[in-house]
T-cell receptor
Framework: EPEVTQTPSHQVTQMGQEVILRCVPI?????FYWYRQILGQKVEFLVS????????KSEIFDDQFSVERPDGSNFTLKIRSTKLEDSAMYFC????????????FGDGTRLSIL | EDQVTQSPEALRLQEGESSSLNCSYT??????LFWYRQDPGKGPEFLFT???AGEEKEKERLKATLTKKESFLHITAPKPEDSATYLC??????????FGTGTLLAVQP
């Protein structure tokens, strides 16, 4: 069964450094998402992306964050200058279409900021 | 403000002991209610989508139902492999999913 893959599984970074989280969505999917889950808290929406544009973003997704689809398969989340509070599990998801098509999630990247 | 609340936070069942998990939502213009299963160290795994009040979906020992204010995930005769965190999420007019905090289910043999 096709799946969303994320790399790395765990990233440790010094505060203030840039980090790029990578995702390979399911191949025929057109909509891409990033969510995050701080330990013990809810899964929170960050951003959705379609047709090479951000279609929606949350208040969390400030100027420190950016997303890109650099080629036909990868989808990346960049955090420019990491803060301690960016430590969380980051999940990538994709869906075939919008609406009630389910979003399928990867297993996440655990980001630890020191 | 849109909100999704799940109860109980944790549930311990004996194998074969049926029960239900609750997901209450206050989301204006609900466009879908989603159930996911999350195992430790893994991402959410899609289970069901419910679109309208009265709808029911079933998969093996799980059945999800939807009313205008809440959704239930009924687990019939659970097995230890059903142990996981069950998440519900609501979608409004956009693709953004609003998640609850989940119910941690432990099924003991």
């Amino acid at each position: 069964e096709p799946e969303v893959t994320q790399t790395p599984s765990h990233q440790v970074t010094q505060m203030g450094q840039e980090v790029i989280l990578r995702c390979v969505p399911i191949s025929n999917h057109l909509y891409f998402y990033w969510y995050r889950q701080i330990l013990g808290q809810k899964v929170e929406f960050l951003v959705s992306f379609y047709n090479n544009e951000i279609s929606e973003k949350s208040e969390i997704f400030d100027d420190q964050f950016s997303v890109e689809r650099p080629d036909g398969s990868n989808f990346t989340l960049k955090i420019r200058s990491t803060k301690l509070e960016d430590s969380a599990m980051y999940f990538c998801a994709s869906s075939e279409a919008q609406g009630n098509q389910p979003q399928h999630f990867g297993d996440g990247t655990r980001l630890s900021i020191l | 403000e849109d909100q999704v609340t799940q109860s109980p936070e944790a549930l311990r069942l004996q194998e074969g002991e049926s029960s239900s998990l609750n997901c209450s939502y206050t989301v204006s213009g609900l466009r879908g209610l989603f159930w996911y299963r999350q195992d430790p160290g893994k991402g959410p795994e899609f289970l069901f989508t419910l679109y309208s009040a009265g709808e029911e979906k079933e998969k093996e020992r799980l059945k999800a139902t939807l009313t205008k204010k809440e959704s239930f995930l009924h687990i019939t005769a659970p097995k230890p492999e059903d142990s996981a965190t069950y998440l519900c999420a609501a979608r409004r007019g956009t693709n953004k999913l609003i998640f609850g905090t989940g119910t941690l289910l432990a099924v003991q043999p």
